[in-house]
Antibody, heavy 123, light 105 residues
Framework: EVQLVESGGTLVQPGRSLRLSCITSGFNFRDHTLSWVRQAPGKGLDWVGFIKSEPYGGTTEYAASVKGRFTISRDNSKSIVYLQMNSLKTEDTAVYYC??????????????WGQGTTVTVSS | DIQLTQSPSFLSASVGDKVTVTCRASQGISSYLAWYQQKPGKAPKLLIYAASTLQSGVPSRFSGSGSGTDFTLTISSLQSEDFATYYCQQLNSNPQFGGGTKVEI
């Protein structure tokens, strides 16, 4: 069974840092692009960024709202993807989801999602 | 950046109704569009990818159509378990979600 399990969400003060983890299982991790998507309380879905698969160099892309503050990385030996969040702002408060991206041949949709982890940025 | 305009934002419907949600992109995105269903407190679920391909396990009452800038999600006969919020997402460039459509009783 394909699974994604996020962890690391907590209450953190503005300006501080936090790292989220997404432990995956049940598929060939190295061959898949992984994304982070967030959802602020009562709001819609907001794409954060992705990290490409190992064959595509593991390069990253980010939404403008987090570029320069957030960094996505992956450990292919452990099948884990990370989201390092620095200089956190109150508007970063959200449930953060990790999700797997389909390949180009299937239009890049996100077919498997974790359960989410909650980040609250508040003083 | 490509903008997605999803409509309507809210939709009241009854069991058995045919429901249509539209998604318009600010520029052409070929068929790089997906649809998701989200229920309260749950992660989104992929319904449709590549604009019109039904994800495995999704009931056939769901269908998607369109290409370029205009896309549609149709539920042919609404069931009680379909009351949820639906999102479109473009994947032609850095991904972007539509604002969502809440389908209510």
């Amino acid at each position: 069974e394909v699974q994604l399990v996020e962890s690391g969400g907590t209450l953190v003060q503005p300006g501080r840092s936090l790292r989220l983890s997404c432990i995956t299982s049940g598929f060939n991790f190295r061959d898949h692009t992984l994304s982070w998507v967030r959802q602020a309380p009562g709001k819609g879905l907001d794409w954060v960024g992705f990290i490409k698969s190992e064959p595509y160099g593991g390069t990253t892309e980010y939404a403008a709202s987090v570029k320069g503050r957030f960094t996505i990385s992956r450990d292919n030996s452990k099948s884990i993807v990370y989201l390092q969040m620095n200089s956190l702002k109150t508007e970063d408060t959200a449930v953060y989801y990790c999700c797997r991206r389909l390949p180009l041949s299937r239009g890049y949709g996100m077919d498997v999602w974790g359960q989410g982890t909650t980040v609250t940025v508040s003083s | 950046d490509i903008q997605l305009t999803q409509s309507p934002s809210f939709l009241s419907a009854s069991v058995g109704d045919k429901v249509t949600v539209t998604c318009r992109a600010s520029q052409g995105i070929s068929s790089y569009l997906a649809w998701y269903q989200q229920k309260p407190g749950k992660a989104p679920k992929l319904l449709i990818y590549a604009a019109s391909t039904l994800q495995s396990g999704v009931p056939s009452r769901f269908s998607g159509s369109g290409s370029g800038t205009d896309f549609t999600l149709t539920i042919s006969s609404l069931q009680s378990e379909d009351f949820a919020t639906y999102y479109c997402q473009q994947l032609n460039s850095n991904p972007q979600f539509g604002g969502g459509t809440k389908v209510e009783i």
